[in-house]
């Protein structure tokens, strides 16, 4: 079965710090896709990053980054040096092609984890 | 206006009000989405349009009844509502899920409507 698990329910640290959020997930798909997607207080779901299951590399963008390990289902997300402004709820997605009987495209989200950065 | 914009952003309603939830998108996306997000639970997919045409139904009561006129904009037409219906209901948009290969098409989400039933 298609599932996202994000462990960490509320996460909270001090400005400047860095802090690693955890995602794992649970699909029989070769293809598929995995998000992250912040929401703040507004409550608007801002897209943050997309990859496929075929790129393993690891991202980079400013004080994000992200580490795919598909030994292990995983697809951590870093924010180096936090801010204030980081504080949100974060959510781990996936999205899958559907062959196994998932719905193709849909995403399944996993119940987020809340941010909250102390300045 | 630009992304994907929600109307209200708040509504109070009573169990025996109708009303509607209005969603647009400005991003050119054929593919639309209602979500509902309640307290301590996962987002929850309800409905999916693709090219105005409803190809996902989750197993929603028919209390909430979705119409999409044209690729740009959503309705979710609520009555009878129940307080355990109280959520943020969330729009998405993304390309279209069938032209464009399905899963992986990054979905774009509106401010979300907070609705409470009382």
């Known amino acids: 079965a298609q599932k996202v698990t994000q462990a960490q329910t509320e996460i909270s640290v001090v400005e400047k710090e860095d802090v690693t959020l955890d995602c794992v997930y649970e699909?029989?798909?070769?293809?598929?896709?995995l998000f992250w997607y912040k929401q703040p207080p507004s409550g608007e779901l801002v897209f943050l990053i997309r990859?496929?299951?075929?790129?393993?590399q690891n991202e980079i963008s400013g004080r994000y980054s992200w580490n795919f390990q598909k030994s292990t289902s995983s697809f951590n997300f870093t924010i180096t040096a936090s801010q204030v402004v980081d504080s949100a709820v974060y959510f781990c997605?996936?999205?899958?092609?559907?062959?196994?009987?998932?719905?193709?495209?849909?995403?399944?989200f996993g119940k987020g984890t809340k941010l909250s950065v102390k300045p | 206006e630009t992304g994907v914009t929600q109307t209200p952003r708040h509504l109070v309603m009573g169990m025996t009000n109708k009303k509607s939830l209005k969603c647009e998108q400005h991003?050119?996306?054929?593919?639309m989405y209602w979500y509902k997000q309640s307290a301590k639970k996962p987002l929850e997919l309800m409905f999916v349009?693709?090219?105005?045409?409803?190809?996902e139904n989750n197993s929603v009561p028919s209390r909430f009844s979705p119409e999409c006129p044209n690729s740009s904009h959503l309705f979710l037409h609520l009555h009878t509502l129940q307080p355990e219906d109280s959520a943020l209901y969330l729009c998405?948009?993304?390309?279209?899920?069938?032209?464009?290969?399905?899963?992986?098409?990054?979905?774009?989400f509106g401010p979300g409507t907070r609705l409470l039933v009382l």
């Open positions: 997605a996936l999205s899958e092609a559907g062959v196994y009987g998932g719905s193709q495209g849909n995403l399944i």
């Open positions: 349009y693709s090219l105005e045409e409803r190809v």
């Open positions: 998405a948009s993304s390309q279209d899920l069938r032209l464009a290969g399905g899963p992986g098409e990054t979905q774009y």
């Open positions: 991003l050119g996306h054929n593919a």
């Open positions: 699909t029989r798909d070769t293809t598929y896709y």
């Open positions: 990859r496929n299951s075929f790129d393993e």
